[in-house]
């Protein structure tokens, strides 16, 4: 499980360096930056992304060791192991889904597609924001079950509480554009 953590974090982190050697086109760019953004790194993007979605491979094995300690330390009454699960599902399937969305742009990239690919783009940017919830979520869970069950250092919860803060704020892109 940890090897598996591992491999999902270099496979995200392959995402946000592989994938955005420059800035994405933001939220409300022109049809035009869109197109020429991602005609100008489709193969990396598109390399990138799938990457992304294949790193939730190996987090379901770590959300699935995660799981697992924290209901052996809870016991039987325990159910925060059931919020720690869902909470990192729901994180996973938004994610992959935002994922899938945003592999569509550099398809749209061409000419006469530029509507189809800014509107994409847009639906992909604000669901990257708002799947910042699901992080948040997952997030606070983890935090939450380390602290009951000691399961984990406290740490641990420390940077579960940091981590639910950054993503509250990486959340709020769903509402304004800068």
């Not at 790194?41 to 379901?60: C, E, S, T």
Request: glycine share 10%; aromatic share 12%; proline share 4%.
């Amino acid at each position: 499980a940890g090897i598996a953590g591992i491999v999902f974090a270099v496979l995200q982190l392959v995402v946000f360096t592989a994938v955005a050697p420059d800035v994405l086109p933001v939220l409300g760019a022109s049809p035009a930056s869109i197109v020429s953004y991602f005609a100008s790194h489709k193969m990396a993007f598109l390399i990138g992304n799938y990457l992304g979605v294949l790193g939730v491979v190996p987090g379901l094995v770590t959300l699935s060791y995660l799981t697992a300690l924290f209901r052996r330390r809870e016991g039987e009454d325990g159910w925060l192991w059931l919020l720690v699960f869902g909470s990192g599902l729901f994180a996973f399937g938004v994610a992959t889904t935002v994922l899938i969305v945003l592999q569509a742009i550099p398809f749209l990239s061409a000419p006469g597609l530029e509507v189809g690919a800014k509107a994409i783009s847009d639906l992909g940017e604000v669901a990257f924001a708002l799947m910042m919830v699901g992080v948040l979520a997952f997030a606070l869970s983890v935090a939450w079950a380390t602290l009951v069950t000691r399961a984990l250092p406290r740490w641990v919860a420390t940077w579960g509480f940091v981590t639910a803060g950054v993503a509250f704020v990486a959340s709020l892109g769903s509402i304004w554009t800068p």
